[in-house]
Structure formats: C-alpha cells, structure tokens
C-alpha cells in the first residue's frame, strides 16, 4: 500500500477515491450540516456528508422523512461555504429521486450549482436509472444499501438488512448494478459484515460502512454521535470519542454560573469609553416630558 500521494492531496476528489480502493487505502467519512461542524471534521476526514440525517440530528424530526430540499439546499450552502479540502457529498432527501429524471438531475444539479461535489442516494438497483440519468449529467452519485432509512416504514423500523439468504443476495445484485449504473462508491449500513466484506470485494469501487463491520473500504459515522452530542439510543456500531454533550453542558454551566455571581465578565473582558466622554453620559439626564 502506498501513501505517498498523501502529502501531495489538495482536495480530495472522486477520482482519488477510486485510487484508494484500489491501493487499499482506508476512507474516513462523517457528517456536518454547517460551517462549525464542518471545520471540525475537514481537517480530519476524507468525505464531508451533508446527510439527510440533519433531520433527526438537528432538526428534532424523529426520521429522515420530513427533511426537504429547500432544507438540503440551505445546509449544503452553509458547509460549501467553508470551502472544505474533503469531498463534499450532499444526501438526495425523500421523494427528491423518485419522481422523474428531469426532476431528480434539477434536485442532484442544484446541490452541485451550492458546492457538493457529489450526490448521494438510498436505493438498489430500481433507482439504477436515475443514478445513470445523474452521471449522463456528470453529477457523480454515492449509492446507499441496507438499513436505509427512508425506508423505515417498508423495513418496520430501523432493522438489520441482509439476514436472509434472499435479502443478502439481493443487496449483492443491487450493489453490482449500482455500481454498473455508475456509482463511484456505496455506503452499505446496517448489514452483517459478512455480507459487507463481499461486496466489498466484488465490487471495483469503495464500499464505506456504517453498522457493517471493518471490512469495508471506509467508514462513516454521523459526527454528532462520535463527538457524544447525541442522546437517546445508540446503536452497537457507534463508538463515542468524547462525552460533548456533557463536556459542553458543564462549560456553559461555568459561565452562567459566573454570570449569576457578576465574575464574567471582568474589566478586561470589557470596552471602556475615553475618560472625558465619563463625564458626558454622567450629566445627561432624559428630556423631561411635557
Ligand atoms: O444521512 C446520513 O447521515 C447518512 C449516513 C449515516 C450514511 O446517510
């Protein structure tokens, strides 16, 4: 394995990927759905995802289903706006992929025209058409199998994919023909790594997981999870990295604490006016009322 385009890597592209898969070179991915989260994560990772998932992560929704592309639109343009080094692959919301390909390429262009590099959409091989409708345009598209969550009232909830031999060997042919549609990498979320290690090694283009064990090309985790800012239920694959919510709930805890007791802010965390303008403001007095 060779790493010595390291150094050389301005922004990551998906040529690039590609020539990572086939050096065996592993893909680091998360989420940002604004400028803040994005400056954390672009020095760190290899593919900034505006996911849907800003909905329930962010937005208080309890699925991906409400979010829009009006919503899409604004958290893509606030990431873009960064100007990241990472590439930049923006989520296709619920039903924005769905209605026709005139509709699908002017939803994944519009992502484009505010500064993703690429599209990412949840599907097997009956969105084949649209993905090939996408690249026929030159909008490059991540595809996404298994546990996907807009589906969750088709699955009955966010459950483990693949399990059956039927279920597994579908996502295998929906791997194969996203792939022959032209998709240049898939996330496989929520299956067996079994079943995510094959596809992996069937296929030409890197596989990111998430809920699919290590033997992908990459992994992806929402950051909001990784950072400990989410609450609630976690799943088994996400793993923690610090307890922020906790650790940004006691900083602010200080603060109104010092605010309570006039310690914040102290002179020098303050402006002061000109000592002849004192004076001034002291002999001033409201115009009376008359
Ligand atoms: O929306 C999202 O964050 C995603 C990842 C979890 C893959 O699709």
């Not at 592993?26 to 400056?39: G, K």
């Not at 699919?212 to 990459?218: E, L, T």
């Not at 805890?253 to 310690?263: E, K």
């Amino acid at each position: 394995m060779s790493h010595s385009s390291e150094a050389a890597v301005k922004r990551i592209t998906v040529p690039i990927l590609q020539q990572w898969k086939e050096e065996g070179r592993r893909i680091a991915m998360t989420t940002a759905y604004d400028a803040v989260t994005a400056r954390i994560a672009d020095p760190v990772v290899d593919i900034i995802l505006v996911g849907d998932s800003v909905g329930n992560v962010c937005l208080g929704f309890d699925d991906t289903l409400p979010v829009s592309m009006a919503m899409m639109n604004h958290h893509v343009e606030a990431v873009a706006r960064t100007k990241p080094r990472a590439l930049l692959v923006a989520d296709m919301p619920f039903l924005s992929f769905h209605l026709s390909p005139e509709d699908t390429i002017r939803n994944a262009g519009g992502l484009l025209q505010r500064g993703a590099d690429a599209v990412k959409l949840e599907g097997g091989a009956r969105r084949a058409g649209m993905v090939r409708a996408l690249v026929d345009c030159e909008i490059p598209v991540m595809g996404h199998l298994g546990l996907t969550p807009q589906s969750v009232n088709v699955m009955g909830g966010f459950r483990v994919q693949g399990r059956t031999s039927d279920d597994a060997l579908r996502l295998l042919d929906d791997a194969y023909h996203l792939q022959e549609a032209g998709c240049f990498a898939l996330v496989v979320e929520g299956i067996p790594a079994e079943l995510a290690a094959r596809a992996t090694e069937l296929l030409t283009i890197p596989t990111i997981g998430i809920g699919a064990g290590s033997d992908c090309s990459g992994q992806v985790l929402v950051l909001h999870d990784v950072l400990g800012l989410t609450q609630g239920h976690r799943p088994k694959f996400v793993r923690a990295y610090a307890n922020g919510f906790e650790l940004l709930q006691q900083a602010l805890s200080r603060w109104a604490a010092d605010v309570r007791q006039t310690a914040f802010p102290t002179p020098q965390e303050s402006y002061r006016l000109p000592d002849n303008l004192r004076e001034t403001i002291a002999n001033w007095t409201p115009p009376s009322s008359t």
